[in-house]
């Protein structure tokens, strides 16, 4: 009785292990998509502004005017990168955090088993 006990348990903790694989597997797949959507809106967003940085650029009247506008375009850009890479960055580690959540849960499952036993 003993052994079918510890069979039912072992059997038990195999399907809790599947099912926080599934529910890791689900939530990484969830962020990708996520991540996905945020590259090509930057994707499209990095066209928009350098055809607008065509234009700004085309427009000057003067080698002056020119370095002017083009000092500008280059501190935004470098602005708008550093901000868009904290939030890219913050994404990713959501992401990785919450996949991995269900994982960790089974980990310290099996590790308050042996402590138990």
């Given at each position: 009785?003993?052994?079918?006990?510890?069979?039912?348990?072992?059997?038990?903790?195999?399907?809790?292990?599947?099912?926080?694989?599934?529910?890791?597997?689900?939530?990484?797949?969830?962020?990708?998509?996520?991540?996905?959507?945020?590259?090509?809106?930057?994707?499209?967003?990095?066209v928009?502004q350098?055809?607008a940085?065509?234009?700004?650029?085309?427009?000057?009247?003067?080698?002056?005017?020119?370095?002017?506008?083009?000092?500008?375009?280059?501190?935004?850009?470098?602005?708008?990168f550093i901000?868009?890479?904290?939030?890219?960055?913050?994404?990713?580690?959501?992401?990785?955090?919450?996949?991995?959540?269900?994982?960790?849960?089974?980990?310290?499952?099996?590790?308050?088993?042996y402590?138990?036993?």
């Amino acid at each position: 009785m003993v052994q079918n006990a510890n069979i039912d348990q072992l059997v038990s903790f195999g399907k809790d292990n599947v099912e926080a694989l599934v529910k890791s597997s689900s939530l990484a797949v969830k962020g990708l998509e996520e991540l996905s959507k945020v590259y090509a809106a930057l994707a499209n967003q990095s066209v928009e502004q350098t055809s607008a940085a065509v234009k700004a650029l085309s427009s000057a009247k003067s080698p002056t005017e020119f370095q002017s506008i083009y000092n500008d375009l280059a501190k935004n850009n470098f602005e708008q990168f550093i901000a868009e890479s904290r939030k890219i960055q913050e994404l990713t580690n959501s992401l990785v955090t919450s996949s991995v959540a269900p994982l960790s849960a089974r980990v310290q499952a099996l590790q308050s088993m042996y402590k138990v036993a």
